[in-house]
C-alpha cells in the first residue's frame, strides 16, 4: 500500500456522512452522501458499515475523521493539543479493522479560562493551506451548525473557538416564542443587515426577545423575522470572532451560509475568500493519507 493507491475517506458527522473514493493523485473518483451519521448507529454497527461500504464502492483501504473517533462513535479517540499539523494527523491515525481502517483524532485548543474541541473540521482547515486554498497565516472560518474559527500560524492550527450559532437558529426557528414568525428561510436582504448591525450592540437577548415585543405592539418594520434573527446571530458571531477589519477571513462553506457569513463579514468592513468544503476535506484526507504512507 503506497500513497499512489486509491483509497475511501469518510467525513463521518453527526447527522450526515459524505462518502469519497479518492484516486493515488487526490481526485474524487465517486462520492456519496447519506444521513448515517454516528446518531443513527450504535458502536457495534461501524465494522458492519465500514464492510457495506467496501462492499459497495471497492475493497480498498479506509481512513474516516469527525465524530466516528468521539464518545459516541466507533472508538474514542484522545484530542491533539494545538497548534496541530497534518504530520500530528497522520501520526495520531487509530487503525482498526485489521489495519485497513483509520480514524482520524480530533483537536483541542485549552488556556486556563477555557477548553475548545473539534472532530472533522481539523482536516478541512489543514486541507485548505495544505492545498493552497488559505495561506498558511490566516483566519478560516467553518459555518454550521457549530461554527468553527480557526486562526492558521505556519500552516498549523494554533487556536480555534466554537460558537453554536446555527444550532441556536434552529432551536429559535423550531421551539421558541419567535417560532411562529420564523416561517421563511433566511436570506441576505435588509433584514438580515439590520440583524448584523443590530447583533454588534452587546444585547443580543435583548434584541432577540424584541423581534416579538416590535411585532405584538405593532412597531414591527421586519419583513422576515429570520433573516433578522440570523442577522443577529451571525453578527454577533462574524464580530465577536474577527479581531479587526483588516483581516481577511477564508470561509468554508456551501453557497447559502457563505452568502449569509460573507455578507456579514462585509457589512463589518472586511473581506473574505469562498473556499469550497469538500474540495478542503479531499485534499486535508488526502494529505494526511499520504503522510501516513
Not at 492558521?152 to 441556536?168: K, N, Q
Not at 452587546?202 to 433578522?228: E, H, M, P
Not at 456551501?254 to 457589512?267: K, M, Q, V
Request: hydrophobic share 45%.
Amino acid at each position: 500500500m503506497t500513497n499512489r493507491d486509491p483509497f475511501l475517506a469518510i467525513d463521518w458527522g453527526t447527522t450526515n456522512r459524505r462518502i469519497f473514493r479518492i484516486s493515488g493523485e487526490g481526485m474524487i473518483d465517486h462520492s456519496v452522501s447519506d444521513e448515517r451519521g454516528v446518531l443513527a448507529l450504535a458502536p457495534s454497527d461501524f465494522a458492519g458499515e465500514v464492510a457495506d461500504i467496501r462492499r459497495r464502492l471497492g475493497d480498498l483501504p479506509i481512513i474516516c475523521a469527525g465524530m466516528v473517533g468521539s464518545t459516541r462513535g466507533w472508538v474514542e479517540l484522545p484530542y491533539l493539543d494545538c497548534p496541530v499539523r497534518i504530520a500530528d494527523l497522520a501520526e495520531g491515525l487509530h487503525w482498526v479493522d485489521e489495519g485497513r481502517t483509520a480514524i482520524v483524532p480530533g483537536v483541542r485548543w485549552m488556556d486556563d479560562a477555557r477548553a475548545d474541541v473539534m472532530r472533522g473540521e481539523e482536516v478541512q482547515f489543514l486541507g485548505a493551506v495544505q492545498g493552497g486554498l488559505a495561506p498558511a497565516d490566516a483566519l478560516l472560518c467553518q459555518p454550521g451548525t457549530h461554527c468553527k474559527w480557526a486562526t492558521m500560524v505556519d500552516g498549523a492550527i494554533a487556536r480555534f473557538s466554537t460558537a453554536m450559532t446555527g444550532e441556536v437558529f434552529s432551536m429559535l426557528q423550531k421551539h421558541s416564542l419567535l417560532a411562529a414568525q420564523m416561517d421563511a428561510s433566511a436570506r441576505v436582504d435588509d433584514d438580515f443587515l439590520l440583524g448584523v448591525r443590530h447583533g454588534q450592540g452587546g444585547d443580543l437577548l435583548a434584541r432577540l426577545f424584541g423581534a416579538r415585543a416590535d411585532r405584538v405592539s405593532g412597531l414591527d418594520k421586519i419583513s422576515s423575522t429570520a433573516s433578522y434573527v440570523s442577522g443577529l446571530l451571525i453578527g454577533s458571531d462574524v464580530g465577536s470572532a474577527l479581531p479587526d477589519a483588516s483581516v481577511r477571513v477564508h470561509l468554508l462553506a456551501g453557497a447559502s451560509l457563505g452568502a449569509l457569513y460573507g455578507a456579514a463579514i462585509e457589512a463589518l468592513g472586511s473581506n473574505y475568500t469562498l473556499i469550497d468544503s469538500e474540495d478542503a476535506f479531499v485534499k486535508g484526507i488526502h494529505s494526511i493519507w499520504s503522510e501516513a504512507q
